[in-house]
């Protein structure tokens, strides 16, 4: 990068503008961009909460997007139109649209919803089945494409008085040269070697350069084996679940149900309780599954021990119960492989382990010192709303659960966002 482009560079290389939904995935590709650029480069809004913390932030917001960030990516789907600090900072994106800085602005698609002020003929990345790390390394490649695009700076003419003939020393010094060869060096393999060995007094800075370069090689390769890792573990799942489906259709034997704790028991006071301070959107989908009958899953699930619970413990202890309601809410996902979704349906539930589902209400409870589980609001359903125990539709219910732990104010349903 040449020594005028050093001085123009914005605070931020990327900026990234999207709906709270899809923070679990947002938030994956943030790191990935924070290996390679830097955090200090990446604007995510979780990195910078002491700024934030101010009035007028949505003007803040608008100046952050609009002049100090170099690419903005912007993650387009449902939520985003509905959003209402999406919409302020998709007002600062048109502006620069309007000024017809394309190449500042890069859309990313999770889904095809219409989008105010955009057009067929803008073009986009649609996340489909891409992993964090491939959406990553797409704007990565966007940002070294729109460096390279720069224009370099004109050359700069010289007087005629700079123009000299030249001196007696000069002439003597020319042919010393001729009669001493001198064996010159190798020719340096990269630009980066060359200024290491060419420029004196910045040998220090750039030896850090290379120390960094190689150590976000380092952790690419860690981030690849991982999701390599987890790759292979999902597909051996799948095979010992096929395994399983091809001896219960060969045998084809009666299950003898623990009335202890089974997985309709579990599922259904989880359909009557909710978790703890869970969402509303989750809540309400688990209130919604009824009295369906539930067949034992055929589809793989992770035992609880090989899902990893350290997040919503680390958010339980510390008080934080937003962030560990978020939790909750991204393991259920995780393990119904519902990834890029923000909620339950009935379907997704049905199938879902009894197992994880009484892990986390044992967290829950455990932490919280009763306050909060499944099976803290399992017993406020039936106790104090007289709700069916076994799962059945009870609209009064539901409304007297819902006014009882806070999720319904003045007769109506409030949103997530409401909920303290």
């Known amino acids: ?9 914005k605070r931020f290389d990327v900026a990234l503008s999207f709906p709270g939904d899809r923070r679990r995935f947002i938030q994956k590709v943030a790191e990935v961009l924070a290996q390679q650029l830097h955090q200090g480069q990446v604007f995510y809004d979780r990195w910078y909460e002491a700024e934030l913390a101010r009035p007028n932030l949505d003007v803040h917001l608008q100046s952050i997007y609009r002049d100090e960030a170099e690419l903005i990516v912007v993650f387009l789907c449902a939520q985003y139109e509905e959003k209402e600090w999406c919409g302020l900072e998709w007002r600062a994106i048109r502006d620069l649209i309007k000024q017809k800085q394309d190449k500042a ?7 095809n919803t219409v989008i105010s002020g955009l057009l067929s003929i803008d073009s986009y990345v649609d996340v489909g089945k891409r992993s964090s790390i491939d959406i990553g390394e797409l704007i990565i490649q966007r940002l070294y494409l729109n460096r390279q695009i720069a224009s370099p700076p004109p050359p700069v003419p010289l007087d005629d008085a700079e123009i000299q003939a030249p001196s007696d020393a000069q002439k003597e010094a020319e042919q010393q040269a001729k009669r001493e060869p001198i064996q010159r060096e190798q020719q340096p393999a990269s630009k980066l070697e060359h200024l290491l060995q060419g420029e004196q007094g910045q040998g220090d800075k750039l030896g850090q350069l290379l120390a960094q370069k190689e150590a ?3 952790a690419d390769q860690a981030l690849i084996l991982r999701e390599r890792r987890r790759q ?3 597909q051996e799942r799948q095979r010992q679940a096929d395994v399983v489906k091809g001896q219960r259709q060969k045998a084809a034997p009666k299950r003898q149900i623990d009335q202890s704790l089974t997985r309709r028991q579990v599922l259904k006071w989880a359909v009557s309780a909710g978790v703890g301070v869970m969402g509303v959107t989750v809540a309400r989908q688990l209130l919604a599954y009824q009295s369906s009958q539930l ?4 589809t793989p699930t992770p035992s609880p021990t090989t899902v990893d619970y350290s997040n919503l413990e680390r958010f339980l202890k510390a008080g934080q ?30 199938p879902f382990p009894c197992e994880i589902l009484s892990k986390i209400d044992r967290l829950w409870v455990d932490i919280s010192g009763g306050k909060f589980g499944f099976s803290v609001q399992k017993k406020i359903y039936v106790e104090n709303c007289s709700g069916n125990p076994d799962g059945r539709s009870d609209e009064k219910a539901n409304q007297c659960f819902g006014d009882q732990v806070g999720w319904r104010v003045k007769g109506q349903w409030i949103e997530h966002s409401d909920i303290t």
């Open 216 to 218: 976000r090689e380092k």
């Open 321 to 350: 119960w937003r962030d560990a309601d978020q939790e909750t809410a991204n393991l259920m996902l995780e393990v119904s492989n519902l990834n890029n979704e923000s909620w339950l349906d009935t379907t997704s539930i049905q």
């Open 295 to 298: 067949s034992p899953s055929s």
């Open 105 to 111: 602005i890069m859309l990313i698609r999770f889904d």
């Open 232 to 234: 292979v573990e999902k």
């Open 1 to 9: 990068m040449s020594e005028e482009n050093i001085r123009n560079r």
